[in-house]
């Protein structure tokens, strides 16, 4: 159901593939949308490749992996969260390999890199992933070992020249690995830039409702494929059925609601440039931003996500949080509901991240709503 019909030789465009994929077989008095499959145990077969048993296959979650890896053009899993599915990834790295990674990028992922490089398990490099010279310096050295590229990044909002890292690093033997949460595979895929494997938190955009908690890994190398199968087999890190259907419900109407929320970010980043409690606004959707050209040229939009250095430091950062109504100060974002938070409150938040950066998660909320809460304490802020 993820293609269309023999007859008509135009693809379809990905938000209808969001609506369509992973749907039963279109027969007479089929369920149109996949049932939740909640049982542990399978009948034996005498084929090799059956299930079996749970942990190795669930008809709800391949009817997640079938959308998402349709979005992304590969062959996605699934996985128990997002950290389960880049700690598959990042064992993709040789033993005392070189792992070449942003210094500024999602906190959980360079905690978890510390932890390997502690173990001796690899090597880190850490680069401003924004500087594609620095990058492929850091890449000289590395060969056969992979680099991670998160771009737009958490949350400072750099873009990094993925097609040409990417092309470098296979130069090297790398493998590369991309985190395309912030941009969706709407809006940017790594595997058509030249990316080995994508990674997800399934929890933010593509589920969508901050009620699910799921990642996915995807990939067009069977070899790469079957390798983060096994990780996540014989790890554990598989998702539950029911969140696998809600995150595949959310899923249905990602088109809707990115369209929404980037429209609104955009507005929201062009009015606090002029703010005068804004110190820096970062956004790619401005044509002052230093990823906009990237962004332009890579992406098919900005994304929802801003992020903006307030002036007066982290008390004022603190206190804009503190000060709204309808923006919810919380840890996540993708969802239906903006949210807002001064990511260095954080202990684990890198230093390459200013301490008055305050990330808005928008939502799909009214965006003049949106902009009089946010302007009201950025006002009080600023008296």
């Not at 906190?107 to 680069?127: C, E, F, P, Q, S």
């Not at 033997?173 to 058509?192: E, H, I, K």
Request: charged letters at 20%; aromatic letters at 4%; hydrophobic letters at 45%.
């Amino acid at each position: 159901m993820s293609t269309p019909p023999a007859d008509d030789a135009r693809p379809w465009a990905p938000s209808t593939r969001a609506v369509t994929a992973g749907r039963p077989a279109r027969e007479p008095d089929a369920e149109v949308g996949p049932p939740i499959s909640l049982s542990s145990t399978y009948v034996a077969s005498p084929d090799p490749e059956a299930r079996g048993y749970a942990r190795t296959g669930n008809r709800t979650w391949e009817a997640l992996e079938e959308a998402v890896g349709g979005l992304e053009g590969g062959s996605a899993l699934a996985f128990s969260s997002g950290m389960a599915a880049i700690s598959a990834a990042l064992e993709l790295a040789p033993a005392g390999g070189v792992v070449v990674a942003p210094d500024g990028a999602y906190n959980t992922t360079l905690a978890l890199l510390d932890d390997l490089a502690a173990l001796g398990r690899v090597v880190v490099r850490r680069v401003p992933l924004a500087d594609t010279a620095a990058v492929l310096a850091a890449l000289d050295g590395a060969e056969g070992g992979l680099l991670w590229v998160e771009s737009p990044s958490n949350p400072l909002l750099d873009v990094a020249e993925i097609a040409v890292l990417c092309a470098a690093a296979r130069e090297r033997g790398m493998t590369s690995v991309a985190d395309n949460t912030f941009a969706t595979p709407l809006l940017q895929r790594p595997l058509d830039l030249g990316a080995d494997v994508v990674v997800h938190s399934v929890t933010k955009h593509l589920a969508g409702h901050s009620d699910v908690v799921l990642g996915a890994a995807v990939t067009r190398d069977p070899g790469l494929h079957a390798r983060l199968q096994r990780q996540r087999t014989v790890r554990g890190g598989i998702p539950g059925p029911f969140e696998a259907w809600l995150a595949l419900r959310g899923v249905r109407t990602l088109a809707l609601r990115v369209e929404r929320a980037q429209a609104s970010a955009q507005v929201l980043a062009q009015r606090l440039l002029d703010h005068p409690a804004v110190e820096r606004v970062r956004y790619p959707g401005l044509p002052g931003d230093p990823g906009h050209a990237r962004a332009a040229a890579q992406m098919d939009g900005p994304g929802t996500i801003v992020s903006i250095e307030v002036r007066g430091g982290a008390a004022a950062a603190d206190a804009l949080v503190a000060g709204t109504r309808l923006w919810v100060p919380a840890t996540s974002l993708g969802g239906v509901e903006s949210l807002l938070e001064r990511r260095r409150r954080i202990p684990a938040e890198p230093p390459t991240v200013p301490e008055h950066l305050v990330r808005l998660s928008v939502g799909i909320e009214d965006v003049e709503d949106l902009w009089a809460d946010l302007a009201r304490a950025l006002d009080a802020v600023a008296r």
